[in-house]
């Protein structure tokens, strides 16, 4: 339990103090709940007196209708209380969850899957906050009217509150062991239920492949295998704790018995009276009830709690550290010193690559898949940090800079386009969001996509399917460009983006490349002749090192890898098909 008020009191942080009014209110209902008892005590000892009257009833009445009244009250406001906090304390979480993972580097996307991302920032933050409007206030209500049960028990005959506190002291370790292996066992749930969203996602977004292939159904068997698990670990969830829930059942239904039989015995040997014998009653069947609902709601709590424990544990990732909140740059100029990175401890993808890039200049990266083209892109985005060496903007180091504000100062267009499920304006105006829609459609009319847009059933209204599925590679990637021409950034990052369109569409893009280029810093990966040609420096990567660089012609006069690349690309294109 203190681990679990730990967890709490971190993720709650200040809005902790917002539940101490729902915490003495249900405080405050557990003695209202045994005075409600005590009611039923003096009904009780005037019937077994026969003193039992008109007047008598009339009072009783009064009273149950009194505390029942500040009981509804009392909940009223206690559970009002706490579905207020808790829905303001999960909605603060998610966004402080949210920008959390946008500081953290990619690595930590490759290493959780999405159906933990997605389990964690949804169902568990469900579950904490399930635990706040719900289990938290029913706790402290259950343990208040045991521990004031157990005292009035004791203030009866010691002897009884010895024996009842006996029962539940030998039921209540039941209780915790059942909660250890419901928490364990949660782990291992949990772990099924993220494997199997995975798994649907995955089975619905490679649809057209699984079904080219006759997946689908019963012959995709990772996902069918994924099911099978979620229902063996749910079966195991409930079945491996029912040994310890019946024995505690059990114990705690004891109570009711021994309080009737120690009761008699106290009551024939004088010890107590016959009110007091009356009152052991019902305080044996109070604790026997009390008990009930604690075995229930214990391992949930128990449960819920890793909810809590997946939440710090993505808090726990250490973001990417910086030391300026606000830089003012003057040239923008880029260089890599001696730059060393490896995704993991064991392989190094780059070895001491070292070039500049000048304002108003461009930079292509080319090479064999694998050469660490892309890598150079991304570390320049900051995606990743650098294992050795430094990459300076106008010669600060990348590592001091706030990844948002570096962000704000680059342009990237990859080769994969992902667009929102909104409209074609909405999705431009990502580059900008303050820009109105005659900044929008300049940039679009720029871009060469405002004749396509415009044909579309609402224009710049109409809706785009998620991820962009309704619209052609070459519409996507002109999208693409035209959030960062609206953007105007002077950073520009261009990934590999025409390496798989139609020559129409290249010669579009091409077009709206130059204008995005113009007066801009821009390093380009690409493997097409006309769009690396003109380029002001021409890095040729290898194995993770600069094999060759300089421009077109000075590639081309040294003679190396650079030229027979290009002479090999242009006998490619006098290829024909021949025809008998």
Same mark, same amino acid.
């Given at each position: 339990?203190?681990?679990?008020?730990?967890?709490?009191?971190?993720?709650?942080?200040?809005?902790?103090?917002?539940?101490?009014?729902?915490?003495?209110?249900?405080?405050?209902?557990?003695?209202?709940?045994?005075?409600?008892?005590?009611?039923?005590?003096?009904?009780?000892?005037?019937?077994?007196?026969?003193?039992?009257?008109?007047?008598?009833?009339?009072?009783?009445?009064?009273?149950?209708?009194?505390?029942?009244?500040?009981?509804?009250?009392?909940?009223?406001?206690?559970?009002?209380?706490?579905?207020?906090?808790?829905?303001?304390?999960?909605?603060?979480?998610?966004?402080?969850?949210?920008?959390?993972?946008?500081?953290?580097?990619?690595?930590?996307?490759?290493?959780?899957?999405?159906?933990?991302?997605?389990?964690?920032?949804?169902?568990?933050?469900?579950?904490?906050?399930?635990?706040?409007?719900?289990?938290?206030?029913?706790?402290?209500?259950?343990?208040?009217?045991?521990?004031?049960?157990?005292v009035i028990?004791?203030?009866?005959?010691?002897?009884?509150?010895?024996?009842?506190?006996?029962?539940?002291?030998?039921?209540?370790?039941?209780?915790?062991?059942?909660?250890?292996?419901?928490?364990r066992?949660?782990?291992?749930?949990?772990?099924?239920?993220?494997?199997?969203?995975?798994?649907?996602?995955?089975?619905?977004?490679?649809?057209?492949?699984?079904?080219?292939?006759?997946?689908?159904?019963?012959?995709?068997?990772?996902?069918?295998?994924?099911? +099978?698990?979620?229902?063996?670990?749910?079966?195991?969830?409930?079945?491996?704790?029912?040994?310890?829930?019946?024995?505690?059942?059990?114990?705690?239904?004891?109570?009711?018995?021994?309080?009737?039989i120690?009761?008699?015995?106290?009551?024939?040997?004088?010890?107590?009276?016959?009110?007091?014998?009356?009152?052991?009653?019902?305080?044996?069947?109070?604790?026997?009830?009390?008990?009930?609902?604690?075995?229930?709601l214990y391992?949930?709590?128990?449960?819920?709690?890793?909810?809590?424990?997946?939440?710090?544990?993505?808090?726990?990732?250490?973001?990417?550290?910086?030391?300026?909140?606000?830089?003012?740059?003057?040239?923008?100029?880029?260089?890599?010193?001696?730059?060393?990175?490896?995704?993991?401890?064991?392989?190094?993808?780059?070895?001491?690559?070292?070039?500049?890039?000048?304002?108003?200049?461009?930079?292509?990266?080319?090479?064999?898949?694998?050469s660490?083209?892309?890598?150079?892109?991304?570390?320049?985005?900051?995606?990743?940090?650098?294992?050795?060496? +430094?990459?300076?903007?106008?010669?600060?180091?990348?590592?001091?800079?706030?990844?948002d504000?570096?962000?704000?100062?680059?342009?990237?267009?990859?080769?994969?386009?992902?667009?929102?499920?909104?409209?074609?304006?909405?999705?431009?105006?990502?580059?900008?969001?303050?820009?109105?829609?005659?900044?929008?459609?300049?940039?679009?009319?720029?871009?060469?996509?405002?004749?396509?847009?415009?044909?579309?059933e609402?224009?710049?209204?109409?809706?785009?399917?998620?991820?962009?599925?309704?619209?052609?590679?070459?519409?996507?990637?002109?999208?693409?460009?035209?959030?960062?021409?609206? +953007?105007?950034?002077?950073?520009?990052?261009l990934?590999?983006?025409?390496?798989?369109?139609?020559?129409?569409?290249?010669?579009?893009?091409?077009?709206?490349?130059?204008?995005?280029?113009?007066?801009?810093?821009?390093?380009?990966?690409?493997?097409?002749?006309?769009?690396?040609?003109?380029?002001?420096?021409?890095?040729?990567?290898d194995?993770?090192?600069?094999?060759?660089s300089?421009?077109?012609?000075?590639?081309m006069?040294?003679?190396?890898?650079?030229?027979?690349?290009?002479?090999?690309? +242009?006998?490619?294109?006098?290829?024909?098909?021949?025809?008998?």
């Amino acid at each position: 339990m203190i681990s679990i008020i730990k967890s709490l009191h971190r993720l709650i942080g200040q809005n902790g103090i917002r539940l101490v009014p729902s915490i003495l209110l249900s405080m405050l209902d557990s003695v209202l709940n045994s005075c409600m008892y005590g009611v039923m005590l003096f009904v009780l000892i005037d019937l077994s007196n026969g003193q039992f009257s008109a007047e008598g009833l009339k009072m009783c009445i009064i009273a149950v209708v009194i505390i029942f009244t500040l009981r509804c009250i009392v909940q009223g406001i206690s559970f009002t209380q706490a579905q207020c906090v808790g829905p303001d304390v999960s909605h603060k979480l998610r966004i402080s969850m949210g920008n959390h993972i946008r500081s953290l580097n990619l690595g930590f996307f490759t290493k959780n899957s999405i159906g933990k991302l997605s389990g964690t920032l949804l169902t568990d933050i469900n579950d904490f906050e399930t635990i706040i409007t719900h289990c938290l206030c029913d706790v402290i209500k259950v343990t208040s009217l045991t521990i004031l049960s157990l005292v009035i028990a004791f203030m009866l005959d010691w002897h009884f509150g010895l024996a009842v506190t006996l029962l539940v002291g030998i039921a209540l370790p039941l209780l915790v062991i059942s909660g250890k292996v419901s928490a364990r066992n949660s782990d291992e749930l949990r772990t099924a239920n993220r494997t199997v969203v995975s798994r649907i996602i995955e089975y619905i977004s490679g649809m057209r492949t699984f079904r080219l292939y006759n997946l689908i159904g019963k012959r995709f068997d990772r996902l069918d295998n994924a099911l +099978k698990e979620l229902r063996k670990q749910s079966t195991k969830a409930e079945i491996s704790i029912l040994p310890l829930s019946m024995s505690f059942s059990a114990i705690t239904a004891m109570i009711v018995p021994v309080s009737l039989i120690l009761g008699t015995w106290l009551l024939t040997s004088t010890e107590i009276n016959g009110a007091s014998f009356l009152l052991a009653i019902l305080l044996g069947i109070s604790i026997s009830s009390t008990m009930t609902v604690v075995s229930s709601l214990y391992p949930q709590v128990r449960s819920i709690s890793k909810a809590a424990d997946s939440i710090i544990s993505i808090l726990d990732e250490s973001p990417l550290t910086y030391q300026e909140e606000e830089i003012k740059f003057t040239d923008y100029a880029i260089e890599f010193k001696n730059v060393t990175f490896g995704y993991n401890p064991e392989t190094t993808v780059l070895h001491g690559v070292s070039f500049s890039a000048k304002p108003g200049t461009t930079t292509a990266l080319i090479g064999p898949s694998g050469s660490g083209k892309t890598t150079i892109v991304s570390l320049l985005a900051r995606f990743w940090d650098v294992t050795g060496g +430094k990459i300076l903007i106008d010669g600060i180091d990348l590592r001091k800079i706030n990844p948002d504000i570096l962000a704000e100062h680059m342009a990237i267009v990859f080769q994969e386009v992902y667009l929102l499920k909104d409209t074609v304006l909405n999705n431009i105006r990502i580059g900008k969001p303050t820009a109105t829609k005659e900044e929008v459609i300049e940039a679009a009319k720029a871009a060469h996509c405002h004749e396509f847009i415009m044909g579309m059933e609402n224009g710049y209204e109409t809706m785009i399917g998620e991820g962009g599925s309704t619209l052609s590679g070459g519409e996507k990637q002109r999208i693409s460009i035209a959030r960062a021409l609206l +953007k105007d950034a002077p950073i520009v990052l261009l990934d590999e983006t025409t390496s798989s369109l139609d020559a129409d569409n290249e010669r579009e893009i091409q077009h709206a490349f130059d204008r995005l280029m113009k007066n801009k810093i821009v390093l380009v990966i690409a493997h097409r002749l006309n769009t690396i040609v003109n380029a002001d420096n021409i890095l040729v990567l290898d194995k993770g090192r600069i094999r060759e660089s300089g421009t077109h012609a000075e590639l081309m006069k040294h003679g190396g890898w650079y030229a027979q690349m290009i002479e090999e690309q +242009k006998q490619a294109e006098q290829w024909a098909v021949k025809t008998e």
